[in-house]
């Protein structure tokens, strides 16, 4: 059958705020403050602007440009340029391959977003108040051993990811995203107001400003270029799909930009909220993964009125995950309604249920599975099932999925074709942005890719 035609966002400026929203998600606030602690804060921060200059705006500004020269889903996009720009039709299994692994990577990514609900809801009631270290991490060891608790988490995010995408573009993703991404950014600015006037700021600002060079490694170049390529969310058709609904009139490049430094700032503003409260309460700023549900549950627990301002912190969290998931979904969910007769709501509701019962596997690798490793080989030994389904998303599916979208830019689209869809009227701009997809981007994200596999 084929595919119907793509809908189309109501206007850019609708179109910038759902893209920011796709890529502004758990990475900005979760990964982005524990690696910039644990890589020496300002250096990490100036790589990984870089690393948004010379990789995630090129990437990012291909991926849109490919979703729009197509205008459908991923795979609809490439049977479009097989037909039309002579790509070979076998590239329609990237596609496949992407939207499958996209699934998959929403399974576990709902059940980490299930988290920040069920933070935000304990302390609202209190429960996070007075935690010591020990009580801090007692906590979330009782929540990873609690499966039902987890999946009522789970749950209600999976339900409202899949019934704003039931509703549509214009009626779910526009509708939802036009009151989200403020309530993000101002529950973003009401903390860093907060940290600013309780919590160490100028501390804060040193450490993420004010680049110490003696921390300049392999390690943090490694890092931050990892973070700006996985925070972007770039590679696995995402953004293509939601490129396939830009207006025709809409700069590419100059949107590509916008979005990969909006989503900079996200990062930096959600330091400058954070980071002021860890020096203020004597916490370490390097100390892992652990940091937002290990680390500020205690200061949130001593500072005054901690219960409200943790459950906004949390509840922050939550959002910036469901921005993201109506993405990802929708990705997966815009190719089945074009292709088969059932309505986006079913469609959309069948998915729901199926991401619920997957991410089942998720929830039991932290208490009924976790002595469970399915696969004894290389790398893959030791891994639980959400082991096996993050390596497979974050270091295979991604990274390769980045690189073969700057091949599809960069060298088998008619350098005509890109620049008409590009719109830059500028040639030097066109210029450099051929020379970064074809040489320095790839390369990059092979750099990442290479780094991850062990």
């Known amino acids: 059958m084929p595919e119907k035609n793509a809908p189309t966002w109501s206007s850019n400026y609708l179109f910038l705020l759902a893209s920011i929203g796709s890529t502004?998600?758990?990475?900005?606030?979760w990964k982005f403050t524990y690696l910039a602690g644990e890589n020496g804060g300002g250096v990490f921060v100036l790589v990984y602007l870089l690393s948004l200059l010379v990789m995630g705006i090129p990437i990012l500004g291909a991926e849109l440009m490919i979703g729009r020269r197509g205008g459908k889903s991923m795979v609809g996009t490439l049977e479009v340029?097989?037909?039309?720009d002579g790509l070979?039709?076998?590239?329609?299994?990237?596609?496949?391959?992407?939207?499958?692994?996209?699934?998959?990577?929403?399974?576990?990514?709902?059940?980490?977003?299930?988290?920040?609900?069920?933070?935000?809801?304990?302390?609202?009631?209190?429960?996070?108040?007075?935690?010591?270290?020990?009580?801090?991490?007692?906590f979330y060891q009782r929540l990873l051993d609690d499966p039902a608790r987890m999946m009522i988490g789970q749950g209600i995010f999976v339900l409202a990811t899949a019934w704003i995408v039931g509703k549509g573009v214009q009626e779910g993703l526009e509708r939802s995203i036009s009151w989200m991404m403020p309530a993000l950014f101002g529950l973003l600015v009401l903390l860093f107001g907060y940290a600013m006037v309780t919590g160490e700021f100028l501390q804060a600002l040193r450490f993420l400003f004010a680049p110490d060079f003696s921390h300049f490694t392999p390690g943090t170049v490694l890092a931050a270029f990892g973070q700006a390529f996985f925070s972007l969310g770039i590679g696995v058709g995402v953004m293509l799909t939601y490129g396939a609904y830009m207006p025709k009139t809409t700069h590419v490049l100059k949107s590509a930009a916008i979005i990969s430094f909006s989503d900079g700032f996200v990062s930096m503003l959600a330091g400058l909220a954070i980071f002021p409260i860890v020096f203020q309460y004597g916490l370490s700023p390097g100390e892992g993964p652990g940091l937002i549900f290990m680390t500020l549950p205690i200061a949130f627990g001593e500072m005054p009125g901690g219960g409200v301002v943790g459950a906004l912190f949390f509840l922050l969290l939550f959002v910036a995950a469901l921005t993201s998931s109506i993405s990802?979904?929708?990705?997966?969910?815009?190719?089945?309604?074009?292709?088969?007769?059932?309505?986006?709501a079913r469609i959309s509701a069948v998915s729901g249920v199926l991401l619920f019962v997957i991410g089942l596997g998720t929830v039991f690798s932290f208490n009924l599975w976790k002595g469970w490793h399915p696969l004894a080989l290389g790398p893959l030994e030791g891994k639980t099932f959400f082991g096996l389904l993050d390596y497979f998303g974050s270091n295979l599916l991604m990274p390769v999925g980045g690189i073969l979208m700057a091949v599809i830019a960069g060298w088998?689209?008619?350098?005509?074709?890109?620049?008409?869809?590009?719109?830059?009227?500028?040639?030097?701009?066109?210029?450099?942005?051929?020379?970064?997809?074809?040489?320095?981007?790839?390369?990059?994200v092979a750099m990442i890719f290479l780094s991850n596999l062990g």
């Not at 340029?81 to 039309?84: K, M, N, V």
């Not at 609202?124 to 007692?138: I, P, Q, S, T």
């Not at 890109?418 to 040639?427: D, G, I, K």
Request: a positive charge; zero cysteines.
């Open 88 to 138: 070979s039709p076998r590239w329609t299994w990237f596609g496949w391959v992407s939207m499958i692994g996209v699934f998959l990577i929403l399974s576990f990514y709902s059940v980490i977003a299930g988290w920040t609900l069920d933070y935000t809801v304990t302390s609202f009631a209190g429960l996070l108040n007075d935690l010591d270290a020990k009580g801090a991490v007692d």
């Open 24 to 29: 502004v998600g758990l990475s900005n606030i």
């Open 412 to 444: 088998l689209l008619p350098g005509s074709v890109a620049h008409s869809e590009l719109l830059q009227p500028l040639p030097l701009h066109f210029t450099v942005w051929r020379f970064l997809i074809r040489f320095i981007a790839p390369a990059a």
């Open 81 to 84: 340029l097989a037909r039309r």
């Open 328 to 344: 990802l979904l929708e990705s997966i969910v815009a190719h089945l309604v074009a292709n088969t007769r059932f309505s986006r």
